[in-house]
C-alpha cells in the first residue's frame, strides 16, 4: 500500500468520484441531487446503483454485503449475505438487486425497543440511506441504513438525526430569506467528535475480570503517581502507541475518515483522535466506524482500547467533544460571526435562537448525554458539570451586553506579542476558551462537551437540531409578516427580549466550582446530576411537543427511548454489582484470609521464638476487618441487586433502586476491598 494518503484515502468507499466514473449520467445526477439536496431517489435507478455497487465491491475483494444501522444498543449492527446466486450447472454468478439494496428485513424484537416491538411483533426493516457512502470492510461491502418498525416506528439512533437536520434546514432557509438570500437552497449541520480513549496491555486487561464484563475497573487502589504532575497531556508519544496510532490512520483514512490530530490526553495511558468536520450524518457514521476500528486495530498490536466514560477512578475519564455548527450550501458558515459581530443581524439571529433554545431545553440536551458510564464523569472536575451552560466568551458577551444595553460595540483586532524579536507576532483570537463549559462557543461553532466517550452522537446531535429548529422556527413566524422598513427594529426588539429572557443560561465562569452550583441554583438552572434524574423528562409536554412537531421523535418513541436508557442503565450496574460480588467471592476474600492466615503463622513463630510479633500482629488485625467489611458488604450487596431486580414491573423505579440502593454498597464494598489491596495484594 502507497504510503502517499492522497493516493489511497477513501480508496474502499463507494463515494461521489467512483459515482461519477461508474454511474449513467442521469444516475449520478439523480444521485448527487439526493445526497445534496435530500430529494427522492427514483426507484426505477435503483438496480442501475446496485449492479455499479456490486462490481465495484467484488474488485475491492467483497464477497457479501451488509445492512449497517445503529439500533438502540449503543454500538452498529449488520447481517452479511453473500452476492452469490445458484445457476442450473451447480455453478454460482455474483448478483445484488436494487431492491436488496434498498431495503433490508432483521428481526426487530431482538434490538432495544422499548415496547416498540415485541416477540410475536418481530418484523422491521432496514432501508438504505443514499446520503452516507456505502464502503468495503473486510470482504463485506457495508450499506449505511435506518432501522424501522413494521409499523413505522424509528428503532435506531439515524432515523431521527435525519429527520432532525431536515428539520433544521427547513426552518434556517426560512431566516435566510427573511435576510434576503435568495441562493442557499439547504442548511446542514455540521460535526467534528473529538474521541478520547484509553489504551491498556491486552495481556493486564485479561487479568481484570471488571475490565471484560463491564469496561471500567471496580477495583483498584491508586497508585503513588497518578496525572498530578500534568505530564501525560500532549507528551511525546510512547513507540507502541505512536505505531498503533500509524496503524489507525492509515485503517480510518482507507474507509474515508478525515482522521486529522491525535495526542496523549492528560490521564495516563489516556489518547485522542479528532477528524475533520463533516455533515452531522456522515460525522455519525463514522464516529462509530472509528470506535469498532480503533478497538480492532489495538488488538493487532497487543493492546486493549477502552471507550468506557471512566474506566479508572482517580483520574481523568473519556469525553467526545460534539462540536456542531450549521453550514449553508451556498457556502456560509452560519455560526462565523464575522469581523464585526455586533452589526452581523444574521448571525445574531442564529445566535440568540441558540441561547433561547438551550435554556429552555436544558433537560434534553442533558439527558442525550446521559448514561451509567457518564454520571462518572460529569461534574468530577474533570468533564462539563451536570448544569447546563452556554459560553460565551469575551468579544460576543460584550456584543450581547451592548444588544441588550442598546449601546454599540466595537471589535477589535488584538496582536499577541511573545516578547521575543525572532518570533513572529500573530493574531490573538477574540476570547479564551473555557473547558468546564458543557456548550462553550469556540469562535464559528458550539462545543457539547458533555457526550461520553462510548456514546453515538446520532441522539444529541438529533436533540440539538431539533432545539434549534423549534427557536429559528418561532423567531421566522414573528418576522415573516413584518414589512421591511419596519424589519430592523422589529428584530432588534426580538433579540432583546430574548436576550433578557435567557441570558441566565450564559456563563463564562468556572464551571467546576461549588459557587457555580449555587448560582445556577438561584438562577433557576436544572441540575440533573444523574441519568435516573434527568430521563423521565424525555416525556415531559414541551419536549414531545418540539420532536413532534417537527416529526423528529413521536410521543411513542420517545417513550420508548426513555425506557431503552433507564432499562440499559439499570441493566449496567446490574452487571457492575454481580461482577464486584464474583470477583470479591472467588478472588478477594479467599486472597485475605490466606494472607491472614500466613500473618498469624509468622506471629506464632516469632512468639514461639520469644520474638516480638506486634507487626503481624496488628496487619492480621487490619485484614481481618477490612476482609469481615468486605464479607458483609458483598451480602448486603447481593441483598440489595436482589430487591433492585424485583422491581422490574416499573423501569423507573428499577433504575433507581440500583441508583439509591445499589450503587453506594458498590462504593463500601470498593472502599473495603482498596483499603485490603494497599496491605495485602
Known sequence: MSKNVAEYFACDVFNDEVMKARLPKPVYKAMTKTRKMGTPLDPTYADVVANAIKDWAIEHGATHYTHWFQPMTGSTAEKHDSFISPTDNGMVIMNFSGKELVKGEPDASSFPSGGLRETCSARGYTAWDPTSYCFVKEGSLYIPTVFVSYTGEALDKKTPLLRSMDALSQQAVRILRLFGNTTATKVTSTVGPEQEYFLIDKKMYDQREDLIMTGRTLFGAMPPKGQELDDQYFANLKPRVAAYMADLDEALWKVGVFATTKHNEVAPAQHEMAPVFSTTNISTDQNELAMEVMEKVALKHGLVCLLHEKPFAGVNGSGKHNNWSMATNDG??????????????????????????????????????????????????????????????????????????????????????????????????????????????????????????????????????????????????????????????????????????????????????????????????????????????????????????????????????????????????????????????????????????????????????????????????????????????????????????????????????????????????????????????
Not at 394 to 402: H, I, M, R, S
Not at 623 to 645: D, I, R
Request: glycine share 4%; charged share 25%; proline share 4%.
Open 332 to 681: 456560509q458558515n452560519l455560526l462565523d460571526p464575522g469581523c464585526t459581530p455586533m452589526e452581523n443581524m444574521q448571525f445574531l439571529t442564529f445566535l440568540c435562537a441558540i441561547i433561547k433554545g438551550i435554556d429552555e431545553y436544558a433537560d434534553l440536551l442533558r439527558i442525550s448525554a446521559s448514561s451509567a458510564g457518564n454520571d462518572h464523569r460529569l461534574g468530577a472536575n474533570e468533564a462539563p458539570p451536570a448544569i447546563i451552560s452556554i459560553f460565551m466568551g469575551e468579544e460576543l458577551q460584550g456584543v450581547l451586553d451592548a444588544l441588550e444595553a442598546g449601546t454599540s460595540y466595537k471589535s477589535e483586532s488584538k496582536v499577541f506579542e511573545i516578547g521575543v524579536d525572532a518570533l513572529p507576532d500573530f493574531p490573538k483570537d477574540s476570547t479564551d476558551r473555557n473547558r468546564t463549559s458543557p456548550f462553550a462557543f469556540t469562535g464559528n461553532r458550539f462545543e457539547f462537551r458533555m457526550v461520553g466517550s462510548s456514546d453515538n452522537i446520532g441522539c444529541p446531535n438529533s436533540l440539538l437540531n431539533a432545539i434549534v429548529a423549534g427557536e429559528l422556527s418561532d423567531i421566522a413566524d414573528k418576522m415573516e409578516g413584518v414589512p421591511a422598513d419596519k424589519f430592523d427594529d422589529e428584530l432588534k426588539s426580538l433579540l432583546v427580549s430574548i436576550i433578557k429572557e435567557h441570558k441566565r443560561i450564559i456563563f463564562n465562569g468556572n464551571g467546576y466550582s461549588d459557587e457555580w452550583v449555587a448560582e445556577a441554583e438561584k438562577r433557576g438552572l436544572p441540575n440533573f446530576r444523574s441519568t435516573v434524574d434527568c430521563v423521565p423528562h424525555y416525556a415531559d409536554a414541551k419536549n414531545v411537543a418540539l420532536l413532534q412537531k417537527f416529526g423528529v421523535l413521536s410521543e411513542k418513541e420517545i417513550k420508548a427511548r426513555m425506557e431503552v436508557l433507564l432499562e440499559n442503565y439499570a441493566k449496567t450496574i446490574n452487571i457492575e454489582a454481580l461482577t464486584m460480588i464474583d470477583m470479591t467471592k472467588k478472588k478477594y476474600i479467599p486472597t485475605c484470609i490466606a494472607y491472614t492466615k500466613e500473618l498469624c503463622d509468622a506471629a506464632a513463630v516469632k512468639q514461639s521464638l520469644d520474638i516480638c510479633s506486634c507487626v503481624e500482629k496488628e496487619l492480621a488485625e487490619k485484614v481481618s476487618s477490612l476482609t469481615k467489611a468486605a464479607y458483609e458488604a458483598t451480602e448486603k450487596l447481593e441483598a440489595a441487586v436482589a430487591a433492585a431486580a424485583a422491581k422490574d414491573d416499573c423501569v423507573l423505579s428499577m433504575a433507581k433502586s440500583y441508583r439509591e440502593d445499589v450503587i453506594p454498597v458498590m462504593d463500601d464494598l470498593r472502599a473495603a476491598v482498596d483499603a485490603l489491596e494497599v496491605i495485602t495484594f
